[in-house]
């Protein structure tokens, strides 16, 4: 039996910048940060049976891997040549379809699995591009390379991604006051609404490609992310609010960013405390997260009258592991 464990992420600034459309013309710098909620993936040999196992919110039983439904699993094990039956079940510490780079983290810990499975070492820079390899050139996805990298490599990093894909890695330089009071004034709370991320950023990409203004919003996405990684490198945690508020309102102006019910949650938030928040993920609904330095108790009271339910978590710094590794 073999565990692994990978991360989910929360976008904290440039989000969005990542997507090839953009990314490929003008390159981007972006800040994102892995959470100590996670994605399980157990795999173990199934040497007296002849088919695939596949459990997930649905259980698949298959001779042939080109059977397979899971569009994930079914790809991974092209992409490794796995050839033997073998077992593959998940667990998730959240529900998919919630703006924390899920379907991402699944692919990460499920690949540390397979190399795993054939004793096989692989960096957290190589698992994050053969995860990004299946994703966008395999599957096709409308998305970018933040999960993947967040959910691989753990902490609060800044992502540099030049204008052929390529990606450098650095670790915020955050001093630990800094890195505690981000984690005691920084909530997030579920808005119960989930989406489907790719018909959000197939718009937003549809949008900026035929709308020059549209496009400029993006330029400024990837300035606030550059904003908020200065802030936070110079412990102005206050301002990193500020700019979270900045990011939101710019990410509203493309379509189905926002609904009414989500606008008075978060308007509910600026009036009993929260500096600034914004969404996570593409948009449409998931999870806000909010940045409060004071009346933490009112904000939390507040939100949880109109039904929404906190989400407590802190910082990841391991990224995907084994977590066991039986023979």
């Not at 005691?184 to 709370?189: A, D, E, G, Y």
């Not at 009112?298 to 949880?304: F, V």
Request: charged content about 30%; hydrophobic content about 35%.
């Amino acid at each position: 039996m073999i565990v692994t464990r990978a991360p989910l992420r929360l976008s904290i600034g440039g989000g969005g910048t990542d997507l090839p459309f953009y990314s490929s013309k003008f390159g981007t710098s972006l800040v994102t940060a892995a959470i100590d909620k996670y994605i399980y993936i157990i795999l173990e040999r199934r040497d007296f049976y002849d088919e695939y196992l596949i459990r997930y919110s649905q259980t698949e039983k298959v001779k042939d891997r080109k059977d397979i439904k899971h569009t994930r699993v079914k790809a991974a094990f092209e992409y490794l040549d796995i050839k033997e039956p073998i077992e593959i079940t998940s667990i998730a510490d959240v529900p998919s379809g919630t703006g924390l780079g899920s379907s991402s983290a699944y692919l990460v810990a499920l690949l540390k699995a397979l190399h795993t499975y054939k004793r096989e070492h692989i960096s957290n820079k190589k698992l994050a591009e053969e995860a990004c390899d299946i994703e966008i050139n395999i599957l096709k996805e409308p998305i970018g390379k933040q999960d993947q990298y967040a959910s691989a490599f753990g902490g609060i990093i800044n992502l540099e991604i030049d204008k052929l894909g390529n990606v450098v890695v650095s670790p915020l330089n955050l001093s630990y006051s800094t890195l505690e009071e981000l984690e005691q004034n920084t909530l997030m709370f579920s808005t119960g609404i989930s989406r489907a991320a790719s018909e959000i950023l197939t718009e937003q990409k549809k949008q900026a490609e035929s709308d020059e203004e549209k496009m400029k919003q993006m330029h400024i996405i990837k300035d606030i992310g550059s904003e908020i990684k200065k802030a936070l490198e110079q412990g102005e945690t206050r301002k990193f609010g500020q700019w979270l508020n900045v990011h939101w309102e710019t990410k509203k102006k493309f379509g189905k960013m926002s609904s009414s019910d989500i606008d008075k949650y978060y308007e509910t938030a600026l009036k009993n405390g929260a500096i600034g928040g914004k969404l996570i993920g593409a948009g449409g609904g998931g999870f806000l997260l909010f940045y409060c330095e004071a009346n933490k108790r009112q904000l939390r009271e507040a939100i949880s009258k109109l039904g929404l339910k906190e989400l407590l978590f802190k910082f990841d710094t391991e990224g995907c592991k084994v977590l066991y590794e039986g023979r």
